[in-house]
């Protein structure tokens, strides 16, 4: 008896960039978590601490809708995207990123012209940015430790003090 193995895909694909004409800052991610892609909210896993990261940073209250998590970033001139348009991914973990095609970076900095800062949410993120696209002068690019959960290893104190480096650049 023959069997044939079944072709199981796990294409995954990221969302539209949360951005305006104002923003200085760009923090890009890798992709979305399965969580994320379920509510359609970037950074929609619960123990995902971007959200909070960026309240404390910026010196706000945490917004408790989408909407107002997005104006927070926006009025703070604060983009994201993700690096990754489109991959194969079982689950969440970046280390499970295959076949992935990248977003326009590139027309998305040329639409962007008042960028100061991008910053990497991870080191996925720098090392596929760096596969794709080539640093800019004129840009000061920054590493961060990730905010997902499965980076629970830095305290939230130690990950804030890491990231407000990218307000402090500004």
Wanted: glycine share 4%; hydrophobic share 35%.
């Amino acid at each position: 008896m023959e069997t044939h193995k079944q072709n199981l895909t796990h294409t995954k694909i990221s969302f539209d960039p949360i951005s305006n004409d104002d923003i200085t800052i760009l923090i890009l991610g890798t992709m979305p978590s399965d969580k994320s892609l379920e509510l359609v909210e970037y950074y929609g896993h619960p123990r995902n601490r971007f959200w909070k990261i960026i309240a404390a940073i910026t010196e706000n209250d945490l917004a408790l809708t989408y909407s107002e998590k997005k104006e927070l970033l926006l009025k703070s001139t604060i983009g994201i995207w993700d690096v990754v348009h489109k991959a194969n991914r079982k689950g969440s973990l970046d280390s499970a990123i295959e076949d992935e095609e990248a977003n326009d970076l590139d027309r998305f900095f040329e639409k962007h012209k008042h960028l100061k800062i991008i910053a990497f949410n991870g080191i996925k993120a720098q090392k596929l940015f760096d596969k794709y696209f080539k640093r800019k002068s004129g840009i000061k690019y920054i590493s961060l430790p990730s905010s997902s959960p499965a980076n629970a290893a830095i305290n939230f104190e130690n990950i804030c003090k890491s990231w407000k480096q990218i307000m402090e650049n500004n």
